[in-house]
């Protein structure tokens, strides 16, 4: 495992931190088939999530485990105490949204990304070579396993959370179908959010090389 100083932890913190504070308001946009391009031109329209989620899984693969996890952790707590951060707002009766389950698994989330990124492997040289020297230096499918795991953890956490909201009815209402919100907060996003995956792992495989780590 890479080791991390701990300036450059608490730099990524708190870049973290105003990364998913900003990329909640940021929508993520698709464009048209190319095969209607040439009769209605390239247009652009919004998919229904913001880059929240990209931002998490960026940090993570460039500050590590430990940023990845403390910014979330700030994320959270000013969300719940003081500012209306959040897709729907803030405040600490948040908790009993069923999307916050999937805020809540941004730690995890992060932590599981972070830890993944910055594993030292075995090159292919020093495979072939028979030696154990390692390199810090990860590959692009590397960083793009590494986000795709933090994805996974997000959403398998939310699909937990979902499940028992639905048992413990915070609501009250009987209302709350745990199929549908499994549909628009998981199975919905999910494959539109691999485009955030694919660009959080390249702008960290290219910040990192920059970066020289």
Not at 18 to 25: P, R
Not at 58 to 72: D, F, I, M, P
Not at 150 to 165: A, N, S
Request: with cysteine; glycine share 10%.
């Amino acid at each position: 495992m890479t080791r991390i100083s701990r300036p450059y932890i608490l730099v990524w913190t708190i870049i973290g931190l105003f990364l998913t504070i900003g990329a909640n308001f940021v929508p993520v946009y698709g464009i048209s088939s190319p095969a209607q391009w040439l009769s209605q031109g390239i247009t652009a329209y919004p998919l229904g999530f913001k880059c929240q989620v990209g931002a998490v899984l960026l940090v993570s693969c460039l500050g590590g485990r430990t940023a990845g996890v403390l910014a979330q952790i700030a994320y959270l707590l000013l969300g719940l105490i003081w500012l209306k951060i959040f897709n729907d707002g803030g405040g600490f009766e948040y908790v009993q949204k069923p999307a916050f389950g999937y805020l809540l698994a941004f730690i995890p989330g992060s932590w599981v990304c972070g830890q993944l990124a910055f594993k030292r492997t075995l090159s292919k040289a020093a495979m072939a070579s028979g030696s154990v020297k390692l390199t810090p230096k990860p590959q692009l499918e590397h960083l793009g396993f590494s986000c795709l795991c933090g994805l996974m953890t997000i959403h398998f956490l939310g699909v937990i959370y979902l499940v028992g909201f639905k048992m413990i009815d915070l609501q009250q209402s009987g209302n709350f179908n745990l199929l549908d919100s499994i549909v628009s907060y998981s199975i919905y996003p999910f494959f539109s959010q691999l485009l955030l995956v694919c660009a959080a792992t390249l702008i960290a495989f290219v910040l990192r090389r920059v970066m020289f780590y």
